[in-house]
């Protein structure tokens, strides 16, 4: 049962970096020495401390014989940051609990086999279904290559999204407006098609003053990353004059090669300077 109690608030500090880890997961740690928590951290940004090393550098010398609670397999490659598991083994902890495997092929089983390698006693699979969901869109591309994808859909009870004159109202609350400000946060892209930038002319961007409190507190302003923008446009409607042109971060426009204007073939116009690709 103590496990478990540890796990959870891994999990909870875990959490903590979900808007800023990308493209990495999010992780949390927890340093147990005899019944008290003697160091926990997250990870916060690509690039900096994993969350192993939070927790290390918090318990110092008590982390020698102790146990480490980690939502995800600690990490056994150089990358951008040293490996994890060598720093657990260097700290002296004894027992390791991660709650999943890391599916990453640079990981994938060979940082809980370094930690054993050297006598420390490891497990796995504690809370793992919560360990899943911290990191859906992680996951997915980690075991399949493909985004994870969520579908943002505003819509009558009879399946409209405007009346049959094409003008359209509000038609969901100021909670759901947020909850999709805290979803873009959240996502590396938004996907949209021409026919939704001709008709709403929207910015599709993250307005750090329309996030709630909750999610403001653990995402600064000053952070705020604005997801890649990309727009179907198979006719190449959208001109310089829509707002989502000229919006902070980066937006991608998806055309044909050859577009028909009139009856004939013409290269798509690549009048896009605020893009960063356009694909035809």
């Not at 598991?85 to 890391?102: H, K, N, P």
Request: glycine share 8%.
């Amino acid at each position: 049962m103590q496990d478990e109690i540890y796990m959870a608030r891994a999990m909870k500090l875990a959490q903590r970096g979900r808007f800023t880890t990308h493209p990495n997961p999010n992780v949390g740690c927890v340093i147990v020495k005899d019944g008290e928590i003697v160091g926990e951290g997250f990870h916060y940004r690509a690039g900096e401390p994993h969350a192993e090393v939070h927790a290390l550098r918090m318990a110092g010398e008590k982390a020698r014989g102790a146990t480490a609670y980690v939502t995800l397999e600690p990490c056994s490659h150089h990358g951008r940051t040293p490996p994890c598991c060598e720093a657990l083994i260097a700290a002296g902890v004894s027992r390791v609990v991660a709650s999943m495997q890391d599916p990453n092929p640079q990981v994938a089983g060979r940082g809980l086999y370094r930690l054993q390698q050297e006598g420390i006693d490891v497990s796995h699979g504690l809370m793992m279904q919560d360990a899943e969901a911290l990191n859906k869109g992680f996951l997915k591309r980690m075991r399949t290559g493909f985004p994870y994808i969520q579908l943002k859909l505003g819509a009558s009870l009879d399946g409209r999204t405007a009346m049959a004159n094409g003008e359209s109202q509000w038609i969901t609350s100021p909670q759901a407006r947020r909850d999709v400000q805290r979803l873009r946060a959240q996502s590396h892209a938004i996907l949209t098609s021409s026919e939704t930038v001709l008709a709403d002319d929207p910015a599709m961007t993250v307005r750090w003053d329309e996030l709630n409190a909750d999610t403001q507190a653990l995402y600064p302003q000053e952070n705020l990353r604005q997801p890649l923008r990309i727009v179907i446009d198979s006719q190449n409607r959208v001109t310089p004059e829509h707002r989502i042109v000229h919006q902070p971060g980066e937006t991608l426009f998806a055309a044909p090669k050859t577009i028909r204007v009139n009856g004939r073939k013409a290269f798509a116009a690549l009048w896009c300077r605020n893009t960063t690709a356009n694909l035809i």
